[in-house]
């Protein structure tokens, strides 16, 4: 028992006396040795100078190397890839191409470049790529992507700046279209300011290849309105005519509802905006007319378009032309004879069906007042006005006024 403790005693002693020795001669006498220093970061220097002669770094040989250095074994113990690294400086170049250059090792300011030096410069030769530098504007598209709360919308996303300036070899530019940024949130029901990173997107619509790619900023200012609204809906005013009743009408307003800002309870709000109004007798089958909205004063839209589409058709009654030289020339000036061109005109009518079926021309009267009539033998072209003669046409009306005819006055 007592011969296995001295043994275990003289190990450790052993031991101590070894790392004494070796403390001692690592700080009384520091002998020089070598080491090796693994991984070592290579950074580029010079890129400003580079750019300014329209040239970019593209692509290192190696962008970590290994290192074999001599010096005091004190000195050497400090070293690691933690605060030693390389540099390439490629401010010296003046084409593009592909440049051999050798690195240079930076070590700790506390560390003396005296009592260090590198075994081997061959090992610390990298091969620089270096390609002409190209810009390209690009704009900045912003995306909600969250959800409003109740009774809010989200307006138009803005972006500060609007377009981003990127640079590098031209065929990585070509697959960047545009810079996204994207803002969110669930129920938002303020407006939302961010500062958010943008991502490069290629024409595909999904995120593109960036390499060598440089952009003049990595973030950009989004705002989002978002506000109160309600929707009030848009009306037109059907005036009856040719032989249509506002009923006789299928009317479609597109959109049918223009969306607001709600300010304070909203009470000043009216129920619904009107279009103007339409006279039917002007409509022709199926018709179609773009009308201006104009929103109150005070009141303020919401993403609200400037004109709305108001399509009519009338499908429930019947329209025809009809022949009628039932024309009668009135105010004709004293020693003039007036002569028709055509003693027909061509006039449509429309209403009930059985009614508009069973007409003839007789019941069309045509009248044309020649008191401001030009005097001379010209051909000239007079408004005429039409009407409806007889009984039972209650359900049957002129379609359009704009009718005329053409005639000579001779003496």
Same mark, same amino acid.
């Given at each position: 028992?007592?011969?296995t403790k ?5 190990m450790?002693?052993?031991?101590l006396i070894? #790392?004494?020795?070796?403390?001692y001669?690592?700080n ?5 040795g070598s ?6 970061a290579v950074?580029?220097?010079?890129e ?6 329209g040239?970019?770094?593209?692509e290192l040989?190696e962008?970590?190397?290994?290192l074999k250095v001599t010096?005091k074994?004190?000195t050497?113990?400090?070293?690691d890839?933690?605060n030693?690294y390389l540099?390439v ?5 003046t084409?593009?191409?592909e440049?051999?250059?050798t690195?240079r090792p930076?070590?700790p300011?506390?560390?003396s470049?005296d009592?260090?030096?590198v ?10 790529t ?10 900045v598209r ?9 009774g809010?919308l989200?307006g138009?996303v803005?972006?500060?700046? +609007?377009?981003l ?5 031209s065929?990585?530019l ?8 994207q803002v969110?949130?669930e129920s938002?029901s303020d407006t939302i300011q961010?500062?958010?990173n ?13 390499k ?5 900023a990595t973030s ?10 309600v929707?009030?809906?848009?009306t037109?005013t059907?005036q009856?005519?040719g032989g +249509?009743m506002?009923e006789d009408a ?11 800002v709600e ?6 709000l009216p129920?619904s ?9 002007q409509?022709?089958?199926k018709?179609?007319y773009s009308?201006?909205i104009q929103?109150?004063e005070?009141?303020?839209g ?9 399509t ?7 329209s025809?032309?009809?022949?009628t030289?039932?024309?009668?020339l009135?105010?004709?000036p ?5 002569q028709?061109?055509?003693p027909t005109l061509?006039v449509?009518?429309r209403?009930d069906p059985?009614l508009?079926?069973q #007409?003839n021309?007789n019941?069309? +009267?045509v ?5 401001? +009539?030009n ?6 072209r007079?408004p005429a006005?039409?009407s ?5 046409l209650?359900?049957?009306?002129i379609?359009g006024?704009n009718?005329?005819?053409a005639?000579?006055l001779?003496?």
């Amino acid at each position: 028992m007592k011969s296995t403790k001295r043994k275990i005693l003289n190990m450790a002693l052993a031991v101590l006396i070894s #790392m004494g020795l070796w403390l001692y001669v690592v700080n009384v006498e520091n002998p020089t040795g070598s080491g090796h220093l693994r991984d070592l970061a290579v950074e580029v220097q010079g890129e400003e100078t580079l750019e300014s002669r329209g040239l970019m770094v593209t692509e290192l040989s190696e962008e970590r190397m290994n290192l074999k250095v001599t010096g005091k074994k004190k000195t050497l113990m400090r070293l690691d890839k933690k605060n030693v690294y390389l540099t390439v400086d490629v401010s010296s170049i003046t084409e593009v191409g592909e440049w051999d250059l050798t690195c240079r090792p930076v070590f700790p300011t506390q560390v003396s470049t005296d009592s260090i030096s590198v075994s081997s410069w061959n090992d610390m030769k990298v091969t620089v790529t270096v390609r002409k530098q190209e810009s390209k504007t690009i704009p900045v598209r912003g995306e909600f992507i969250g959800t409003e709360a109740d009774g809010c919308l989200a307006g138009t996303v803005e972006t500060d700046p +609007a377009t981003l300036v990127i640079k590098g070899p031209s065929e990585s530019l070509d697959q960047v279209s545009y810079a996204l940024v994207q803002v969110g949130g669930e129920s938002v029901s303020d407006t939302i300011q961010e500062q958010v990173n943008v991502v490069l997107m290629g024409t595909d619509g999904q995120a593109a290849d960036v390499k060598n790619v440089t952009i003049s900023a990595t973030s950009v200012q989004v705002t989002v309105p978002v506000r109160r609204v309600v929707s009030i809906p848009l009306t037109v005013t059907l005036q009856p005519g040719g032989g +249509a009743m506002a009923e006789d009408a299928d009317c479609i307003i597109s959109p049918s509802s223009v969306t607001v800002v709600e300010e304070g309870d909203g009470l000043n709000l009216p129920e619904s905006i009107s279009l103007g109004t339409i006279d039917l007798s002007q409509v022709y089958g199926k018709t179609s007319y773009s009308l201006p909205i104009q929103l109150p004063e005070g009141v303020t839209g919401w993403n609200c378009p400037s004109f709305a589409t108001v399509t009519l058709s009338l499908e429930k009654l019947a329209s025809r032309q009809m022949a009628t030289e039932n024309i009668t020339l009135k105010n004709v000036p004293q020693g003039y004879t007036a002569q028709l061109v055509n003693p027909t005109l061509y006039v449509w009518v429309r209403g009930d069906p059985s009614l508009v079926a069973q #007409m003839n021309a007789n019941q069309i +009267a045509v009248e044309v007042d020649l008191a401001r +009539a030009n005097l001379g033998d010209e051909l000239q072209r007079l408004p005429a006005k039409v009407s409806l003669v007889g009984e039972g046409l209650e359900g049957v009306g002129i379609i359009g006024t704009n009718y005329s005819v053409a005639l000579t006055l001779t003496r």
